[in-house]
């Protein structure tokens, strides 16, 4: 032992050095710093002292710096963590601070440091080969690139607090704080600065990518395990960010996010893998319910952490993890995830993949013993944009139902919303049907739909607007527009005129046989003599079967003599006298219009004008207050331009 550390620095090449080297690779193979404490550090030593990193290479060789050997180092771990990062940190500095010119005379080794730094980072401006300190520079950042993985690996580094970065932060701030200072007198160093401080930031990013690649989550805990990925994935997406996807279309930008995915995967044992995109579909999945809670159903959040796996080609393994963390929630959780959750996708077999198979969740989910009636609803707003027409249409029908139903009593704004959405969706399947739950909605809603001008409350100033509520004259012209656009639209200018004609008289029509079927008696019931009660008729309210009269009245059509017979009957029979006077005015104007000419301009005013009764009776049913003066004026406004 003596006559190895006396010669220590005697030329390598003499025999006696490499019997001391022999020595020390035989008895000291694993532990180089128990054989340089126990020379150096010894109450007994009586050695020049020199480095670690001089010790090391000289006996151990440069390359020992780089093996997990050096940083698995039991007698370096037993001094403690902040000695074993001040002997490490140590080794860096020797590497970083050589100096550029050693035959001029000692250099400081910050000072040495910060100049190699600088050169180090022209290189990126100025290609070339590097000079030998610069070299050694680059080495000692690939020295605390491997110090961060042996670490990591070893399960001895698990945050960005610990070893090598306890003194990262401290160490390049010095860096930083000489090279301002140089800069103050030297415009070669100011104009570094900025370059410096990203060279910098991109070696710490670098390091913590390092260590979130390599750690060891085999024993982590399960919110462990959740830091672990959440900080990997920060990475990941730092990462993406520096590939320039502003200069890539779409499917570039798809492709180079899924190459660096690889990248990532290959250094990740499958557990980790596992760990990450467990994480990813827990996240998405967070994020889904917040969105629907906050949002409800019909609008759609995109699965950002999801979607590079499925553009990685781990979308198998996604969506069996997917549906385990779905399996475990109740009916209500994974209605909402499948309503809320969406993915976009730039090419047509990814889409066509998540289409269909979120299509067979949504199938699934209608089918599972626990779904309630009372959901129905959500789900087929959540699949009437997904699923097929002809599938969706009966959820349409018995979801306004079900509405209808919940709405007469204390109905929540998101219910208003709901219906809102189904019914847009059925004015374009089934026009006639989506009419006649309007009006259906009209009849039992609890809140007022118009003003006391009998005016609609608008969406756009009024938070007492009714969300589904639509005009009738619009309504029609919505039904004419989808016509036009349809595949059978007119070819000609006198072809369109006829066309929308038709279109807004088969509306009327409709609405006309609304009505009577409000006056008629229900299935089953028979008057007594010529008399009838209240609560025999289809529509029991005097107030409404009077409005439905009066909308007749406007509406004039008698379609195969059904109006005169419904509202002769109602004359005749109906038990209150205000309803008998009205069905007298109205018999009288049905017998009169029904064969009178009319243009588009008459049936957009006999919309309006019905309407306007069907409005008031609404109003008054609940008991508001009608200003009939100001109701009057604004009707005579609206058929004036209808």
Same mark, same amino acid.
């Given at each position: 032992?003596?006559?190895?550390?006396?010669?220590?620095?005697?030329?390598?090449?003499?025999?006696?050095?490499?019997?001391? #080297?022999?020595?020390?690779?035989?008895?000291? +193979?694993?532990? =180089?710093?128990?054989?340089?404490?126990?020379?150096?550090?010894?109450?007994?030593?009586?050695?020049?002292?020199?480095?670690?990193?001089?010790?090391?290479?000289?006996?151990?060789? /440069?390359?020992?710096?780089?093996?997990?050997?050096?940083?698995?180092?039991?007698?370096?771990?037993?001094?403690?963590?902040?000695?074993?990062?001040?002997?490490?940190?140590?080794?860096?500095?020797?590497?970083?601070?050589? !100096?550029?010119?050693?035959?001029?005379?000692?250099?400081?080794?910050?000072?040495?440091?910060?100049?190699?730094?600088?050169?180090?980072?022209?290189?990126?401006?100025? =290609?070339?080969?590097?000079?030998? +300190?610069?070299?050694?520079?680059?080495?000692?950042?690939?020295?605390?690139?491997?110090?961060?993985?042996?670490?990591?690996? &070893?399960?001895?580094?698990?945050?960005?607090?610990?070893?090598?970065?306890? /003194?990262?932060?401290?160490?390049?701030?010095?860096? @930083?704080?000489?090279?301002?200072? !140089?800069?103050?007198?030297?415009?070669?160093?100011?104009?570094?600065?900025?370059?410096?401080?990203?060279?910098?930031?991109?070696?710490?990013?670098?390091?913590?990518?390092?260590?979130?690649?390599?750690?060891?989550?085999?024993?982590?805990?399960?919110?462990?395990?959740?830091?672990?990925? $959440?900080?990997?994935?920060?990475?990941?997406?730092?990462?993406?960010?520096?590939?320039?996807?502003?200069?890539?279309?779409?499917?570039?930008?798809?492709?180079?996010? &899924?190459?660096?995915?690889?990248?990532?995967? !290959?250094?990740?044992?499958?557990?980790?893998?596992?760990?990450?995109?467990?994480?990813?579909?827990?996240?998405?999945?967070?994020?889904?319910?917040?969105?629907?809670?906050?949002?409800?159903?019909?609008?759609?959040?995109?699965?950002?952490?999801?979607?590079?796996?499925?553009?990685?080609?781990? +979308?198998?393994?996604?969506?069996?993890?997917?549906?385990?963390?779905?399996? $475990?929630?109740?009916?209500?959780?994974?209605?909402?995830?499948?309503?809320?959750?969406?993915?976009?996708?730039?090419?047509?077999?990814?889409?066509?993949?998540?289409?269909?198979?979120?299509?067979?969740?949504?199938?699934?989910?209608?089918?599972?013993?626990?779904?309630?009636?009372?959901?129905?609803?959500?789900?087929?707003?959540?699949?009437?944009?997904?699923?097929?027409?002809?599938?969706?249409?009966?959820?349409?029908?018995?979801?306004?139902?079900?509405?209808?139903?919940?709405?007469?009593?204390?109905?929540?704004?998101?219910?208003?919303?709901?219906? /809102?959405?189904?019914?847009?969706?059925?004015?374009?399947?089934?026009?006639? #049907?989506?009419?006649?739950?309007?009006?259906?909605?009209?009849?039992?809603?609890?809140?007022?739909?118009?003003?006391?001008?009998?005016?609609?409350?608008?969406?756009?100033?009024?938070?007492?607007?009714?969300?589904?509520?639509?005009?009738?004259?619009?309504?029609?012209?919505?039904?004419?527009?989808?016509?036009?656009?349809?595949?059978? @639209?007119?070819?000609?200018?006198?072809?369109?005129?006829?066309?929308?004609?038709?279109?807004?008289?088969?509306?009327?029509?409709?609405?006309?046989?609304?009505?009577?079927?409000?006056?008629?008696?229900?299935?089953?019931?028979? =008057?007594?003599?010529?008399?009838?009660?209240?609560?025999?008729?289809?529509?029991?309210?005097?107030?409404?079967?009077?409005?439905?009269?009066?909308?007749?009245?406007?509406?004039?059509?008698?379609?195969?003599? #059904?109006?005169?017979?419904?509202?002769?009957?109602?004359?005749?029979?109906? =038990?209150?006298?205000?309803? @008998?006077?009205?069905?007298?005015?109205?018999?009288?104007?049905?017998?009169?219009?029904?064969?009178?000419?009319?243009?588009?301009?008459?049936?957009?005013?006999?919309?309006?004008? !019905?309407?306007?009764?069907?409005?008031?009776?609404?109003?008054?049913?609940?008991?508001?207050?009608?200003?009939?003066?100001?109701?009057?004026? /604004?009707?005579?406004? @609206?058929?004036?331009?209808?």
């Amino acid at each position: 032992m003596e006559l190895l550390t006396r010669h220590a620095a005697i030329h390598q090449n003499y025999a006696l050095f490499d019997f001391a #080297k022999s020595v020390a690779l035989t008895y000291f +193979s694993a532990s =180089p710093y128990a054989l340089y404490s126990s020379i150096f550090q010894s109450e007994s030593a009586t050695y020049l002292r020199i480095s670690y990193y001089r010790f090391v290479s000289a006996f151990y060789g /440069k390359e020992y710096c780089f093996s997990p050997a050096l940083f698995q180092d039991e007698a370096l771990w037993a001094e403690g963590l902040g000695e074993r990062n001040e002997v490490l940190w140590g080794l860096f500095n020797a590497m970083t601070s050589c !100096a550029k010119h050693p035959d001029k005379g000692s250099v400081d080794p910050l000072s040495a440091q910060m100049e190699n730094l600088v050169s180090a980072v022209s290189l990126e401006y100025q =290609p070339g080969p590097p000079t030998r +300190s610069t070299y050694e520079f680059l080495k000692g950042m690939e020295f605390l690139q491997t110090w961060v993985v042996c670490d990591a690996k &070893s399960g001895r580094l698990r945050s960005e607090s610990e070893g090598v970065f306890l /003194k990262l932060e401290d160490e390049w701030s010095s860096l @930083r704080r000489l090279l301002r200072a !140089a800069g103050s007198s030297n415009d070669h160093y100011r104009d570094m600065l900025d370059a410096v401080g990203k060279w910098l930031n991109k070696s710490k990013t670098r390091l913590h990518e390092a260590l979130y690649l390599h750690m060891d989550v085999s024993s982590a805990s399960e919110e462990e395990k959740d830091a672990w990925a $959440g900080r990997l994935n920060h990475i990941f997406i730092q990462r993406t960010y520096t590939l320039d996807m502003s200069s890539k279309t779409p499917v570039e930008s798809d492709n180079a996010q &899924s190459e660096c995915l690889k990248i990532f995967c !290959a250094h990740l044992s499958p557990l980790q893998i596992e760990t990450w995109l467990q994480w990813s579909v827990r996240q998405d999945i967070k994020t889904a319910l917040k969105h629907f809670e906050r949002a409800g159903c019909g609008r759609h959040v995109f699965g950002d952490e999801s979607r590079k796996w499925w553009l990685a080609g781990h +979308s198998g393994v996604w969506k069996a993890r997917f549906q385990e963390e779905l399996s $475990g929630s109740d009916i209500e959780t994974r209605l909402a995830v499948l309503a809320s959750l969406g993915m976009q996708f730039n090419t047509e077999a990814a889409h066509l993949e998540f289409h269909h198979w979120w299509k067979s969740l949504l199938e699934n989910l209608i089918q599972d013993r626990e779904f309630t009636i009372n959901l129905i609803p959500q789900w087929t707003v959540a699949a009437m944009d997904r699923l097929d027409d002809e599938f969706v249409v009966p959820f349409i029908d018995k979801s306004i139902g079900v509405l209808r139903g919940q709405l007469s009593g204390d109905g929540k704004p998101e219910l208003h919303a709901q219906l /809102k959405l189904l019914l847009e969706k059925l004015d374009r399947l089934k026009p006639s #049907k989506a009419l006649r739950h309007r009006l259906m909605l009209m009849r039992s809603s609890t809140k007022p739909i118009s003003d006391e001008s009998v005016i609609r409350f608008s969406p756009v100033n009024s938070d007492n607007a009714v969300v589904w509520y639509l005009p009738l004259d619009y309504l029609a012209n919505v039904r004419w527009s989808n016509e036009v656009n349809s595949a059978s @639209r007119p070819s000609t200018f006198d072809e369109y005129q006829q066309a929308e004609m038709e279109c807004y008289e088969a509306f009327s029509r409709e609405l006309v046989d609304f009505c009577l079927s409000r006056l008629r008696l229900r299935k089953g019931e028979k =008057p007594t003599g010529n008399k009838y009660e209240a609560h025999q008729v289809t529509e029991p309210s005097a107030i409404w079967r009077q409005g439905y009269l009066k909308a007749l009245l406007e509406l004039g059509f008698d379609p195969k003599g #059904k109006a005169h017979k419904t509202v002769y009957f109602t004359r005749q029979s109906d =038990p209150d006298e205000n309803v @008998r006077a009205i069905a007298k005015e109205c018999y009288r104007a049905v017998r009169r219009d029904s064969k009178k000419e009319r243009d588009l301009k008459d049936l957009k005013r006999g919309l309006i004008a !019905a309407e306007w009764w069907l409005l008031m009776s609404q109003r008054l049913e609940l008991n508001f207050d009608v200003n009939y003066e100001e109701a009057l004026r /604004k009707r005579r406004a @609206r058929l004036r331009n209808p």
